[in-house]
Nanobody
């Protein structure tokens, strides 16, 4: 059974950077498409970014384009989310999620209902 553990969250000033990690155990992450979602207090969980199992396809929410970068290191069974120029509105709990994809490996999934495995989340707070 795939298990996901996020890390790297914390408190950062506006304009700062963080790198979130999503470490997998129990299965080989190379067979999974990965998504990052976030949920702010009182708001719905929203998609931030996704990456296909091959790493060849990525997608970003408009609100983070140009600031966030998703990547994966299948040898380390880990996916990363590099977040630059952070804004107060980026404050949320960030979750990584995975979906087994044994097809072409080029599909990036945007919707939370398309994913089957979730981590426990890591808090990101952007504040002066």
């Amino acid at each position: 059974q795939l298990q996901l553990v996020e890390s790297g969250g914390g408190l950062v000033q506006p304009g700062g950077s963080l790198r979130l990690s999503c470490a997998a155990s129990g299965s080989t992450l190379a067979y999974y498409a990965i998504g990052w979602f976030r949920q702010a207090p009182g708001k719905e969980r929203e998609g931030v970014s996704c990456i296909s199992s091959s790493g060849g396809s990525t997608n970003y929410a408009d609100s983070v384009k140009g600031r966030f970068t998703i990547s994966r290191d299948n040898a380390k069974n880990t996916v990363y989310l590099r977040m630059n120029n952070l804004k107060p509105e980026d404050t949320a709990v960030y979750y990584c999620t995975a979906r087994l994809d044994l097809g072409s490996g080029d599909v990036c999934y945007d919707e939370k209902h398309e994913y089957h495995h979730w981590g426990q989340g890591t808090q990101v707070t952007v504040s002066a």
